[in-house]
Structures are given as C-alpha cells and as structure tokens.
C-alpha cells in the first residue's frame, strides 16, 4: 500500500515537473487533437439527439417496442365483444375510431374528411378504392353550407392507451378511467385539434357519425399524440352514451378496431381471440402484430451513424499522429533525464508508465475541452433555433456523447503516447550516461 | 569484515560496429566500507564501462559480482532499480541536472523515484542537509543555468548523497572543472569515506587520484594497481 502510494505519489510529481516543462507543448498537442475529440462529440451527440426525437415521434404514433397490436374490422359483434372483454383492464387498451364534427350545427367542416387544417383539401375528397377502382364517397355534409366546425377522430378508449402510446400532455390534464361514466362526454384533443379549433373558434356541439343526438363535449385537456390530423380521445364508455357500440368504430380513416396489448398479456389475448371467434368474427381476420420500429430505425441510423463515427475517426487519427510526432520527440530530447532517473532508482516501468500518464492527460483534458465546447454549443443551439425546432427544446447533451469524447481521447492517449513510453523504457542508461 | 562490494573474474563485451570487443578481461576489485579507490587508464580503456556494471547499469557477462554477501551478478532490472536507488550514488563528467528544476528539486529527483516515500518535510530537510554537506545549502533555490560548473557539480554530489549510499561511484566528475574547483569537489568526495562509504573515483588527474586510499589502472581489460603512485 505504502509502496504503491509512493510509486503513484513519485510519479504525480514527475508528470507534472514534465508537463510544467513543456505547457506549450502540451497545449499544442492538445490543439492537434482537439478537432478530432470534437468531430467524435459531434457525431455522437447528433446521433443520440436524432435518435431521442425519432423514437419519441415513433412511440407516440405507433407505440413502444413489443407493443402486441391486433386489428380488428368493426363488424358483426365484433366491437361490442371486445369492448366487453377489455373493459376495465390496464394491460390491453381498445381504440374505437369514429369520425367527429365538432362547431356549428349542419355546417361543412373546415377540413372535411377530418385532415389537417391547414392542408386544405388534404384529405378533402375522400376518395375509396376498391376491386371496381376508385371514387368518391358521399361525406353527408353534400349542399350544407360552409362553416366554423372541425372534422376530427374520436377515438374511444377502453382504458389508459398511454403504457403503450405515452402521449405528453400539453395543457389540462389526460382522461381519468376511474369513476363512472360521465353523460357528457370528455373529451382530450391532440395539439392539431386544438390548434383548429383556436384557429376557428368554433362552438362546441359535437356531431358523430351514426349518432342523431348531438352531444355537448367537455374538454378536459391537449395532449401530444404524434398525429398530423386533429383528433381526440375519449372513454369509450362515455362514448357509448351517445352511440351503439356497431357505431364505435366506423372512421372511415381510422384502422378499425384496435387493441393493443403489453407483451406480457397472453393471457388477454387468448380471451380476447376466443371470445372473438365464438362472437362470428373470422379467426384469419384476426391480426396480431408486434411493434418493432426501434429495431429497423436504429439499423438504418446506426449504419449513418458509423459512417460519420469513420470520419471522426480519420480527423482523430490526425490529431494522433500529431500527439505521437510531440511525444517521440519530446521523448528524444528527454533521455538524458530518463537514464538519469533510472540511474537514480526509478523503475523503468514507472517511467514508461508516466510518459504515458502524460499523453493520457492530455487526451482526457482535450477531451474535456471538447465536451465543454459540445454542450455550450448545443445550449446555444437550443437557446437560438428550439423556437423554430421543437426538438431542439429543452434538450440535454446525451451522456454517450461524453462517454465518446473520453473514450475517443483515452484512445487518442493511448495510441499518442504508447510508442513514446516504450522508447523511454528501452533507454540504455550506460550508453548515456557514459562521459 | 564483508567488503561492500566485490567483483571477480568480471568481463564484459560490446558489440562494435563490426566485430565485438572486450572490454573487460576478468576484473577483481574489491571496495570496504571507508576505502577510496582512484581508477586510472587511457581514453577508451573502459573504465566507463566498469563504473557501469559496478553501478548495475549494465551486467557483467562472466565472472561474479557480490554486494555485501548477496550475489548480484544476474540481478534482474527491478532490483537493480531499488538497489541504485538505496546503495549506489553516482557523479558523472557532464552533472546531468534538469535545468528546469531547482537546484533543491534536482537533489529531490534521487528521493523522488517511486522507491519508498518520504513527506514532503522530510525530504525538504534530507535534501538541505545534503545540500549543506557540499557547502552550497544557499544555492537550493537556484536553477542550473544560473550556477557555476563546480556549484553545479556539487548539486550532482548532493544528489548522490541524499540517499546516504554505501557506494560513490564517480566518473571523471571534475573533467569540466577547473584545477581549484576540481580540488574542492574531490575532496568533497574524498569525505564522504569519513562516514563509511566506499567511493570508486574515475579520473585522468594524478594528482587526484593520489588522494585516494588505492589508486588502480584499467588497461587491456584488467585492473591493476598503478605502478606510477605519486606522492604529493
Ligand atoms: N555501446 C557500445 N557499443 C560498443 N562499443 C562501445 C559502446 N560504448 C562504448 N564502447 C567502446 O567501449 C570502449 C570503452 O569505452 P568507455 O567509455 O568505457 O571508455 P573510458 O575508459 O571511459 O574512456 P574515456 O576516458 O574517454 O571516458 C570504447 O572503445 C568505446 O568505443
Ligand atoms: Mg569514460
């Protein structure tokens, strides 16, 4: 203990008296590695931010990775069946999909068809194919005159879908499946519903498809739901107040009946197909599938992200051959007072091991610098454009790109400072010290 | 009594540009503690070269080399490393100080060698003591580049000393120095046999040498004593 505190202590003092020695030296291998730490921080911070923001828009819309995803044609019992089943569970949630007006009575909606307001007529002809071709199909607004309401998704909900889609909420707050049933029907919006219905002030009288009653919604709260078209979430219970479960899920945009299940619902599942069968529903109409988009993206990103991690490699490369060219000639001029410290006691693996400690350093402190330089940038960057890029809002510099730049600048000191120690170790103290 | 140390039957090879050549022949020496040995030869004879594997910078190839009663003639680096750390100290022609380190830093560098380790106290006071024992103590603050070459010599003495080594081994130390400086650096060492160390002094002066207690000649690879002992 005593012995290795004394090896560590003699040799602080010795790197440090060389590195005292050579400041400028040491800064300016410290410059030539610098952009190659850096270009290493770059790329992996871009990297992991890309990645963070692909994934965050990919949960929202398609759901977390494993999620089990089954369709379902709302047909027959079908609907009411699964409504049944998953009434009140936690660990698989169904999804209903109803079109929706919201605004002034027997007016055309701003957006007909339910697309984004502010692509007008994007989805403004609903157009159908089938096996005859394709061609309009009726909206039921036909000779109503234009006016303030909104076409939107409803979409029922069975229970908490936020375990597989975690939507943010952005104001108010998310639906709550506890308690019973409200007569009017709350409504969550998602941020492009609630940005129609600013835009267009619009009254609140809901209308649906398939109900003759029109329902006055509450709405409890906006959520982020990664959608391009307004849309909003309500209990399915609630729902049916208004429609008969047939009429749940009759969107004609919408994906039918949706269920999703966490992957550890077997069980669920086994129920939900049994029950389903026995209701009528066609076993083969039965589709079960597992969201994996991590996996494929993180595939195709990964690929971009080694080619530029090449490049970064290359520049580091440089900036080593730079600390290697300072360390071999540092080590020339310095072999008088390596044989001199060997000749005075000190073991050649000691010196070898400073000459690198030396190299280590100044890739650590180099990586430092360029970590510093990474985040100040991405504050800046954040700080200027996160108004224009939301996903440049309130982000964090990821800690892999940290771990990058260390490890970029520990390789970089190993690689600079390997060759310089062995020659420090192999100098003959006789040849030199002979006078 | 054991002699410090004791060489027999000791030879050495290099490697020349193209053929090897001896070096040393078999060489016997001797060195009790309190002994003074002056070692004289022409340019080229080897005495560097004997100062060398006397110091364990290198090793003999044949014959037998004992410190004390332990033999060290194929004692490995690592021991050899704490062994010139704890038994040898070294003057050479050229001091061999960092001239970016004080002349107190530079006497620290023998203690500073990962061999064991001393507080920052104790080394300050080993090293003003050692300083003091060559009579420069004053000078501890200065660099190399500001002292004289005899002052410089003595800090390498210091250095030498500051471990309290049983053996001095010195090569042609006052070969830079002027007549007067090389006469107080010598006896500076000459001293150092007072205490029980057993100094090996290299030199081309006679006159130096004739104030050593044996004054041998390597010639041919052999050690022998002088024939031409002068009497001052
Ligand atoms: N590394 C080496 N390889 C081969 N030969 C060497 C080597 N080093 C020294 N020599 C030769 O060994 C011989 C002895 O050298 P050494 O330095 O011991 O002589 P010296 O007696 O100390 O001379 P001087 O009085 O000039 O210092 C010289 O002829 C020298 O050329
Ligand atoms: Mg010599």
């Given at each position: 203990m005593i012995r290795l505190s004394g090896r560590l202590r003699s040799s602080l003092i010795i790197g440090g008296q060389g590195i005292r020695a050579r400041k400028l030296r040491t800064f300016l291998s410290m410059v030539s590695l610098f952009m190659g730490v850096l270009a290493v921080v770059v790329v992996q911070a871009g990297a992991e931010i890309a990645n963070r923001a692909l994934l965050a828009d990919v949960e929202l819309s398609q759901g977390k990775d494993g999620t089990r995803q089954m369709y379902l044609n709302p047909e027959g019992k079908t609907v009411e069946t699964a409504l049944d089943v998953l009434a009140g569970r936690t660990d698989a949630v169904a999804m209903t999909t109803v079109q929706a007006i919201i605004g002034e009575p027997g007016v055309k909606p701003v957006n007909e068809g339910g697309g984004p307001v502010d692509q007008p007529g994007g989805y403004g002809r609903n157009m159908t194919c089938d096996v005859n071709g394709c061609y309009e199909v009726p909206?039921?607004?036909?000779?109503?005159?234009?006016?303030?309401?909104?076409?939107?998704?409803?979409?029922?909900?069975?229970?908490?879908?936020?375990?597989?889609?975690?939507?943010?909420?952005?104001?108010?707050?998310?639906?709550?499946?506890?308690?019973?049933?409200?007569?009017?029907?709350?409504l969550v919006l998602n941020t492009k519903a609630a940005e129609a219905f600013r835009r267009f002030e619009v009254p609140a009288e809901m209308r649906l498809q398939g109900s003759t009653i029109n329902a006055t919604p509450?709405?409890?709260?906006?959520?982020?739901?990664?959608?391009?078209?307004?849309?909003?979430?309500?209990?399915?219970?609630?729902?049916?107040?208004?429609?008969?479960?047939?009429?749940?899920?009759?969107?004609?945009?919408?994906?039918?009946?949706?269920?999703?299940?966490?992957?550890?619902a077997s069980e669920v599942e086994h129920a939900l197909r049994a029950r389903l069968v026995a209701a009528g529903t066609p076993e083969e109409?039965?589709?079960?599938?597992?969201?994996?988009t991590l996996e494929r993206m993180s595939t195709e990103l990964s690929l971009m992200r080694w080619i530029f991690l090449g490049m970064a490699a290359l520049v580091l490369l440089i900036g080593v051959a730079g600390i290697l060219n300072v360390g071999l000639a540092t080590v020339g001029e310095r072999i008088e007072?390596?044989?001199?410290?060997?000749?005075?006691?000190?073991?050649?693996?000691?010196?070898?091991?400073?000459?690198?400690?030396?190299?280590?350093?100044?890739?650590?402190?180099?990586?430092?610098?360029?970590?510093?330089?990474?985040?100040v940038a991405l504050q800046l960057a954040s700080g200027m454009f996160g108004s224009r890029y939301p996903s440049l809002q309130g982000i964090e510099f990821p800690w892999q790109a940290g771990v990058a730049g260390v490890v970029a600048g520990l390789v970089a000191g190993v690689l600079g400072g390997l060759v310089p120690a062995v020659r420090a170790a192999r100098i003959p103290i006789a040849t030199v010290m002979r006078a | 009594m054991t002699p410090l140390i004791r060489l027999a039957g000791v030879t050495k090879t290099l490697k020349g540009q193209e053929q090897p050549r001896t070096i040393l022949a078999g060489v016997d020496l001797t060195v009790h503690s309190g002994d003074s040995v002056a070692i004289l030869g022409r340019s080229g004879s080897g005495k560097s070269t004997l100062l060398s594997v006397i110091g364990l910078f290198d090793r003999p190839d044949e014959g037998q080399y004992l410190l004390g009663e332990q033999d060290i003639t194929r004692i490995p680096e690592r021991k050899a490393a704490a062994l010139r750390s704890a038994e040898f100290g070294f003057v050479f022609q050229r001091f061999f100080l960092l001239k970016h380190l004080t002349a107190a830093q530079n006497v620290a560098m023998a203690l500073v060698n990962g061999q064991g380790w001393l507080s920052r106290r104790k080394r300050k006071a080993k090293v003003l003591?050692?300083?003091?024992?060559?009579?420069?103590?004053?000078?501890?603050?200065?660099?190399?580049?500001?002292?004289?070459?005899?002052?410089?010599?003595r800090v390498a003495i210091a250095r030498a000393l500051v471990r309290e080594p049983r053996i001095?081994?010195?090569?042609?130390?006052?070969?830079?120095?002027?007549?007067?400086?090389?006469?107080?650096?010598?006896?500076?060492?000459?001293?150092?046999?007072?205490?029980?160390?057993?100094?090996?002094?290299?030199?081309?002066?006679?006159?130096?040498?004739?104030?050593?207690?044996?004054?041998?000649?390597?010639?041919?690879?052999?050690?022998?004593?002088?024939?031409?002992?002068?009497?001052?």
């Open positions: 909206t039921g607004n036909e000779g109503a005159p234009s006016g303030q309401a909104v076409e939107l998704q409803l979409v029922g909900l069975t229970g908490d879908i936020r375990s597989f889609r975690p939507f943010r909420v952005d104001s108010g707050q998310w639906l709550d499946f506890g308690g019973d049933p409200s007569l009017a029907p709350r509450r709405f409890v709260g906006v959520v982020e739901d990664g959608g391009y078209a307004p849309a909003a979430y309500v209990r399915s219970d609630e729902l049916l107040n208004w429609l008969g479960a047939g009429d749940l899920s009759s969107g004609r945009n919408g994906p039918g009946l949706q269920v999703m299940m966490s992957p550890a109409q039965i589709h079960v599938n597992t969201v994996n007072e390596f044989a001199l410290r060997r000749a005075v006691g000190t073991p050649r693996l000691l010196l070898a091991g400073i000459v690198l400690a030396e190299t280590l350093l100044t890739g650590l402190l180099t990586a430092a610098a360029a970590i510093g330089v990474g985040v | 003591a050692a300083l003091d024992r060559v009579g420069i103590a004053h000078l501890a603050k200065h660099k190399p580049p500001r002292l004289s070459g005899g002052e410089q010599q001095l081994l010195a090569d042609e130390p006052t070969g830079a120095l002027d007549t007067e400086t090389g006469n107080l650096v010598v006896e500076a060492l000459r001293a150092t046999t007072d205490h029980g160390c057993g100094l090996v002094l290299v030199t081309h002066d006679r006159d130096h040498a004739a104030k050593m207690g044996r004054v041998l000649r390597l010639s041919d690879g052999l050690l022998n004593p002088a024939a031409e002992r002068v009497v001052v």
